[in-house]
């Protein structure tokens, strides 16, 4: 069963044999607004906690995604190079950035779980 968890940055990250699922929370795309353009990593990538992984531009501003943990990109979500609005629609969903092998799953204990993100957006 994947676990997911949170960051304070509005990243969410669900954990499934190893392989991590990145994405933006709800709150974080509706304080964007509609988004018009995703950069998306290249396979291969190796990423460090804190590094800007992604870059999401919207109708107001770019922002940048933070990797949740250490890691290698295994797959970037390309259904939103022609549709970044999928982040909108279904930002926990279909509307994922990118897969990651996680490097050290240790680091994921320093992460919110779901009561604790909602705490934290209150």
């Given at each position: ?39 998306l990593p ?57 897969k990651m ?22």
């Amino acid at each position: 069963m994947a676990t997911t968890y949170f960051t304070e940055d509005h990243e969410w990250i669900r954990v499934e044999g190893g392989i991590a699922t990145v994405g933006i929370t709800d709150y974080a795309q509706e304080q964007l607004g509609d988004l018009v353009f995703v950069e998306l990593p290249e396979a291969g990538k190796a990423l460090k906690k804190g590094d800007v992984a992604v870059v999401v531009e919207s109708v107001k501003a770019a922002s940048d995604v933070y990797a949740p943990a250490d890691g290698e990109i295994v797959e970037s979500n390309a259904a939103l190079s022609g549709d970044p609005a999928l982040v909108n629609t279904a930002a926990t969903g279909d509307g994922w950035l990118w897969k990651m092998k996680l490097a050290d799953e240790s680091q994921l204990s320093g992460l919110l779980d779901e009561a604790g993100y909602k705490a934290h957006i209150g």
